[in-house]
């Protein structure tokens, strides 16, 4: 697409006040952003003047590598012609600031986290060297562990009536979820009781609405409260009745539709907003974030502080992906702003983060939000809304799909998803597209070689065969071009892409797929945990963690084949000796493993990728090689920027096991797959074919009903699903609210999201298209492709033997297995003279100077008891200018082994790298030792920079630094060697490769 198109030029020019653009699915929005933002530059706009903001770290990263290649291809051609903007535009090339949201907000925060504590009114303050916890796994288990103290503290205040405190102790996962959804609405509790801004009455939703909402709804089916139960206001009493013999004109009196509307929940909103301001508290107290505390953060530094907020501001904002922002987001870009240069792009039709809190209102109804939250934030938004130029404009034009395509993707906007679903859509919101590539001179291969299909199998058992037939006979059939550079090219599997709305379906066709020979790549959100990966890893880290943990050593023995009466045998009835007799009983190669493995219990990944590399896990199966490599990266990301213990990432293992957690497996596709993945996991790319399946009842829409024990939205407010009652004995029972049924009743089955989805995963088809489903199709079905239609059967084509190659991702990096001493840690290699095995004061005591040498790196708190720790903060003082990374893993091949080990600090110059290792020996008895770790770390430094290294061992005691001269490659290569061979002989001579600073 090298020019623009009027709209897309209108958008490039007007760089000044408030935009929205709909960019509807292959409208070019990208390289529109683009030029718009080149636009600016060649005016003489600073670019630390422009701000590009999006979602992703992937979307940010291309993003900017994308402008930075316009520019400097642009701003070549503008210096050649002697256009001054060229320079203009190669000078900013490497100033280009974009971001995530996350991201930026981080910074805000972490740049003045003594602000936190001044809105928030907290004794406490954040830490510049706060931790950010990625894992929701994590992050619930912290949240349910605070709740529990929370509980021991402040429950007996909450005792009276309704005993809130009992009944979220078994709901802890959905008070978390809460605390998350109001944090989006910007709904933030204060001290003494309050709400910031307008959140008190904001939290209790809108009651005159909630009754007119029930009032029309009234009826049989509003009063329904189980199966064959209605509530029935029976002389004022209330009563739950048998439905039937009721009245089939049965209508709850107003009275009871304001008793459930105006429920009193003045307690229940007391005891939230006391759990909401005491987790933000405790969580600065710790010094720990997640996402969503970083968001309600940010807003709160900006909003409290105009310093932050002069820091911070710039003149122009682009938001990409405007329809996945919350209320809160959208204040934040509001207040960044100099002035009111915002131009928000999306398209609400994509918009299918709603489990996130994204809210596609923020780009329907722009101009209304906009206007609305200026007035409410007021002077911290330094411009008026009325003084500002005010356009939306919508790109019409289609440069990925054919009509035959986007037609059938459009209908999906106002399926049905049941009988008496009726689609709302706002008027003029939906832009109609004209494919592009129905014009030109290659309009004709096009409209020749486009279409999309329906099908739909006679049973369940048929229906992934029925796709596997379909995928052989787009390759096979000779019916199916594909146009590439203006030709016609047969398809390949490489060209197909099929989208399920489930996990489940995912899987299915893909064990279908490789039955079947087809070359396949599964790409989606899978229990990773659950895999046989994920279970022998959680094995194995029970086992080192305690050498008694029976469930550990029974998972492992299993699966090394032993059985169950010989595993027995090694328990025994009753070990009266403890772990030591229990391992005495064992293998002895998986007591040797347990002994090798021990010494990498600080470091995770090192860990994980032993334990990987012992059972030869991903040798022969790679969907387990990327289930290795994305636990391990799961792990490392869990951890990253903080310290773990082994018992940390055993829970992190458990409660992602017990909880069914999903993570994304991240694989290099090749080009010769099918790729099979969620239609959440779709949006952004594109195929040349795309098969979207289990368009069935129930599976697409999904008809999963909210089973949350407390929830929010804002018209009903915050509401229970249960209540404590008490009996005429006295005894408490806890039941179901009929309140809370009555406006679950109320509440309409939402498919707008569902149909967003739909549309997102048909406009992913560039020429070819099946719609697919199981045996009883959805309405979405019926509605897109006519009732009872179904198309030809696919004709099943045999897969040549030369086309059955499934080697389509890259292995993990596993190291191969073959004996324990393929992996070796550098202390192997450390040769300690008689007696000087520990010259220093103990293991546990190095192990705390370690620790605190970390925290300090990473700019927290520290043991400051301990006596090392002002000569740790004088050495990392004296490294000014360096990046620093501590605790670092390091690998260094040598021949067929590899050599593991951790470097203590690695300080990067740019220009040249500095490692130093913390001692606390007291003497220099194991010097020749420590050169040779320090030689390995120098090698494997090498192989990170190509860049002069330097490496000194610390001696904490004495205060001084000894600069090592490493071992020659082949030195080393000598003495693994002679470890491997069992041959290693102490050297008594002393080593001279040292001299002190």
């Not at 504590?117 to 619930?140: I, M, Q």
């Not at 360096?882 to 670092?888: K, P, Q, R, T």
């Amino acid at each position: 697409m090298p020019g623009l198109n009027e709209r897309q030029r209108e958008i490039e020019s007007t760089t000044d006040g408030l935009m929205v653009v709909d960019a509807g699915p292959g409208t070019g929005k990208t390289h529109t952003i683009t030029e718009r933002y080149i636009n600016l530059i060649k005016k003489d706009v600073s670019a630390a003047e422009v701000l590009m903001v999006t979602f992703t770290r992937n979307s940010a990263a291309e993003m900017r590598d994308r402008i930075r290649r316009a520019m400097i291809k642009k701003g070549n051609e503008l210096k050649a012609a002697g256009d001054p903007a060229g320079t203009l535009l190669l000078k900013a090339r490497d100033e280009i600031r974009t971001s995530t949201f996350d991201a930026f907000c981080l910074r805000i925060v972490l740049g003045s986290p003594e602000v936190v504590s001044e809105f928030f009114g907290f004794g406490e303050t954040l830490s510049r060297g706060a931790t950010l916890v990625e894992n929701e796994t994590l992050n619930r288990e912290y949240f349910s562990s605070f709740y529990a103290e929370f509980s021991k503290e402040y429950g007996h205040l909450y005792r009276t009536g309704i005993d809130y405190p009992a009944i979220m102790a078994d709901g802890t996962g959905d008070l978390y979820d809460l605390l998350v959804r109001l944090m989006s609405y910007g709904i933030i509790p204060l001290d003494d009781d309050s709400w910031f801004n307008d959140g008190g009455r904001r939290i209790l939703g809108d009651e005159k609405l909630a009754f007119d909402v029930l009032a029309e709804k009234n009826g049989k089916d509003l009063a329904l409260i189980d199966g064959d139960k209605i509530y029935a206001d029976t002389e004022g009493k209330g009563l739950i009745t048998a439905r039937k013999g009721v009245d089939k004109d049965y209508a709850l009196s107003e009275g009871v539709l304001r008793e459930v509307a105006e429920e009193d929940r003045r307690n229940l909103v007391y005891f939230i907003r006391h759990v909401y301001y005491e987790y933000i508290r405790q969580s600065v107290r710790d010094n720990r974030l997640t996402f969503s505390l970083v968001k309600i953060m940010a807003f709160a530094v900006l909003y409290q502080s105009e310093e932050v907020r002069d820091q911070n501001s710039v003149e122009y904002m682009m938001v990409d992906e405007f329809q996945d922002t919350d209320e809160l987001q959208l204040m934040i870009c509001l207040m960044l702003l100099k002035k009111g240069n915002l131009c928000a792009v999306g398209d609400w039709k994509q918009g299918i983060y709603g489990f996130r809190n994204a809210s596609v209102n923020n780009i329907l109804y722009f101009k209304e939000k906009v206007r609305a939250m200026i007035d409410s934030l007021g002077r911290r938004v330094r411009f008026a809304f009325g003084d500002q130029p005010f356009k939306e404009i919508s790109l019409d034009r289609n440069y990925r799909s054919t009509t035959a395509i986007l037609d059938p993707a459009f209908k999906a906007m106002e399926a049905r998803g049941s009988e008496k679903d009726v689609p709302r859509l706002k008027e003029g919101s939906v832009t109609r597209l004209t494919p592009d590539k129905e014009e030109g001179e290659s309009a004709e291969l096009y409209l020749n070689n486009t279409a999309t299909e329906y099908w739909y199998s006679d049973s369940k058992d048929q229906e992934y065969s029925d796709l596997v037939d379909r995928i052989t006979e787009y390759v096979y059939s000779g019916r199916y071009s594909i146009v590439e550079d203006g030709k016609l090219r047969q398809p390949t599997f490489g060209h197909i892409g099929v989208l399920f709305r489930t996990v489940k379906d995912c899987n299915l066709l893909y064990e279908e797929a490789e039955r079947r020979h087809i070359p396949v790549f599964l790409q989606g959100d899978m229990e990773i945990m659950s895999s046989r990966p994920g279970k022998l890893a959680l094995a194995w880290l029970r086992f080192i963690n305690d050498s008694g943990d029976k469930r550990g050593i029974a998972a492992i023995l299993v699966h090394e084949g032993f059985r169950m009466p010989q595993i027995r045998k090694m328990f025994g009835d009753e070990d009266t000796e403890g772990s030591k007799g229990l391992l005495s009983r064992l293998p002895q190669y998986l007591v040797d493993e347990r002994d090798f493995l021990m010494r990498k219990r600080r470091r995770p990944n090192d860990l994980l990728t032993s334990i990987f590399a012992f059972h030869r896990i991903g040798e022969d199966d790679e969907r387990e090689a990327d289930m290795a490599q994305a636990i391990i990266n799961i792990v490392s990301s869990s951890y990253d920027g903080s310290l773990i213990t082994l018992p940390d990432i055993i829970r992190l293992f458990e409660e992602d096991i017990e909880q069914s957690t999903r993570y994304g497996i991240d694989a290099i596709l090749g080009t010769g797959a099918v790729t099979i993945q969620t239609m959440h996991k779709s949006k952004g790319l594109q195929y040349p074919i795309v098969i979207v399946g289990g368009i069935s009842s129930g599976r697409m829409p999904s008809t999963k009903k909210d089973t949350s024990l407390v929830t929010y939205d804002p018209v009903f407010g915050v509401r229970c699903r249960r209540e404590t009652v008490s009996s005429p004995g006295g005894v408490d029972g806890v039941v179901n609210s009929w309140r809370f049924k009555v406006i679950s009743n109320a509440r309409e089955s939402d498919y707008d999201e569902e149909r967003r989805l739909l549309f997102v995963s048909m406009s992913r088809a560039e020429q070819y298209m099946t719609v697919a489903s199981g045996p009883k199709p959805s309405k979405f079905y019926e509605d897109i492709a006519g009732k009872d239609f179904r198309g030809d059967r696919p004709k099943r084509y045999p897969v040549p033997e030369t086309d059955r190659s499934n080697r389509v991702t890259e292995d993990p990096v596993i190291p191969e297995y073959r004996t324990r001493r393929q992996n070796i840690a550098v202390h192997d290699l450390m040769v300690y003279k008689e007696g000087a095995e520990d010259p220093g004061k103990g293991k546990e005591y190095g192990n705390r100077v370690h620790e605190a040498a970390q925290q300090m790196v990473l700019g927290k708190k520290c043991d400051e008891t301990l006596e090392e720790v002002p000569r740790i903060r004088e050495v990392l003082n004296g490294l000014g200018g360096a990046v620093f990374m501590a605790e670092l893993d390091c690998a260094l091949p040598v021949g067929d082994v590899t050599v593991r080990g951790t470097i203590d600090l690695l300080a990067d110059f740019g220009d040249h790298i500095e490692i130093h290792d913390w001692k606390t020996d007291v003497d220099r008895r194991n010097l020749d030792s420590y050169i040779t770790q320090l030689s390995v770390y120098y090698h494997a430094a090498h192989g990170f920079r190509d860049v002069p290294v330097r490496c000194f061992i610390q001696f904490l005691h004495d205060r001084e630094a000894v600069e090592v001269r490493p071992l020659t490659m082949d030195e080393i290569e000598e003495k693994v060697e002679a470890y491997c061979t069992q041959s290693l002989v102490v050297d008594t001579e002393s080593d001279t490769r040292t001299h002190t600073l």
